[in-house]
């Protein structure tokens, strides 16, 4: 029994040696030395209008105590971050005081606040629902409701609530059509846990290059060095996006490469694919040209005569483009014409060649075969072997044919 035991013992300390680390949740430990080495003071945090980000060397750790402060209050009553009540967000915006000096009565702040939080809710409940696939929640519904995840201060009402949301018909269904769509997405960035904005920020003041704006930071997120780019999708759209760009140079007002990136990539609502969010067209109070318009039918229905530029020169260079790729493929399709042209020849001369000798007025050609043997030391002669109609004709002369 003892022998048992300390065998048991082993291989658990065996299992657990070789079991893999994994990075726990954040818990907000470098902004408490942060704060620490500035004797207490709060963090101060920089607001984009233009990308509604969280900006700076501050954002990412304001980004991260947002999704703390959403973890431990853990509002998972409620299905939707849109169903959370007003009341219970502005406890959540509240909470951020504690470690950083921001304007809460400012709008930009709120909105940030409230799109941060209601990503980290979308996040956590998106792990808590993999622990319920890891406890075999799809097959035994009331075993998941009990082994409850012990890193999440998810109450046991909340919890149970969303196993059987999980289990539900309507969610499966659900489900399975998102990871149809997710299978479809064009573009994947390599952001980590910076965002795309200040990714382009610490891009542009970490060069002295005025050509590194949004385009070529849209390279560096969907492109390694040593794999190359992520999808021929990204690829496609950087090297269209380039070359517009270089057709709208030489114009009196190019557009920017915000505008050049909406063009190509498209936008939805106040989101570019594949880039970050960006102010709406429709409320816009920078001074930014709306190249696709989220409302045709506006009032108007007419573009504004600081958009006309942009639209003709991205018009234009559209055109030159398709003329470029239309000319390449007319040289692509006349060698094609002569290769297929050149064939036909060499077919109709076999063809005819072949019509000779079934007739009989051209003699089957001769074909001889030379085999050599100084691997072994030994040289043989070469080998004629030759086939032609008198010699066919003398071979078979004495044989009987049965009809």
Request: with cysteine; charged share 30%.
């Amino acid at each position: 029994m003892d022998t048992t035991l300390a065998n048991t013992s082993q291989s658990n300390g065996a299992s657990s040696s070789l079991k893999k680390n994994k990075r726990g949740p954040t818990r907000g430990v470098i902004v408490n030395k942060v704060r620490k080495k500035m004797g207490g003071a709060r963090l101060t945090v920089e607001f984009s209008e233009e990308f509604r980000q969280a900006v700076g060397p501050n954002s990412e750790k304001f980004n991260n105590e947002c999704g703390i402060i959403l973890r431990e209050e853990s509002p998972f009553e409620y299905m939707d971050w849109r169903k959370v009540p007003k009341s219970v967000k502005a406890n959540l915006r509240e909470r951020i005081l504690i470690n950083f000096d921001v304007d809460l009565s400012s709008k930009i702040v709120t909105d940030v606040i409230n799109y941060q939080m209601g990503r980290s809710f979308k996040n956590h409940r998106s792990k808590l629902q993999e622990h319920f696939i890891k406890c075999h929640g799809d097959e035994d519904v009331e075993r998941a409701k009990r082994l409850k995840p012990t890193n999440s201060n998810i109450k046991d009402d909340a919890w149970h609530k969303l196993c059987d949301y999980w289990s539900s018909e309507k969610f499966l269904a659900m489900s399975q059509k998102n990871s149809e769509s997710r299978a479809k997405r064009k573009y994947v960035a390599l952001n980590g846990t910076v965002s795309t904005p200040n990714h382009y920020l610490r891009n542009r003041e970490l060069s002295d290059d005025p050509s590194i704006g949004e385009i070529e930071t849209f390279r560096k997120l969907h492109y390694r060095e040593t794999e190359g780019w992520v999808n021929d999708y990204s690829c496609d759209a950087y090297e269209h996006m380039v070359e517009i760009k270089e057709h709208t140079r030489s114009i009196e007002d190019p557009p920017d490469d915000l505008e050049i990136m909406q063009h190509v990539l498209g936008k939805r609502s106040s989101y570019i694919k594949g880039w970050s969010r960006v102010p709406s067209t429709k409320n816009d109070s920078t001074n930014r040209r709306p190249i696709v318009r989220d409302d045709p039918g506006s009032s108007s229905g007419q573009s504004s005569d600081t958009e006309m530029p942009a639209r003709l020169a991205l018009t234009e260079s559209e055109l030159a483009l398709t003329k470029s790729e239309l000319a390449s493929t007319k040289s692509e399709l006349d060698l094609t014409k002569s290769e297929l042209s050149h064939m036909k020849d060499e077919m109709a001369e076999l063809r005819q060649m072949v019509t000779s000798m079934a007739s009989g007025r051209q003699p089957l050609p001769t074909f001889s075969t030379s085999v050599s043997a100084q691997d072994h030391g030994v040289e043989c002669p070469p080998l004629q072997f030759t086939c032609t109609k008198k010699k066919r004709l003398q071979r078979n002369k004495g044989r009987r044919v049965y009809l």
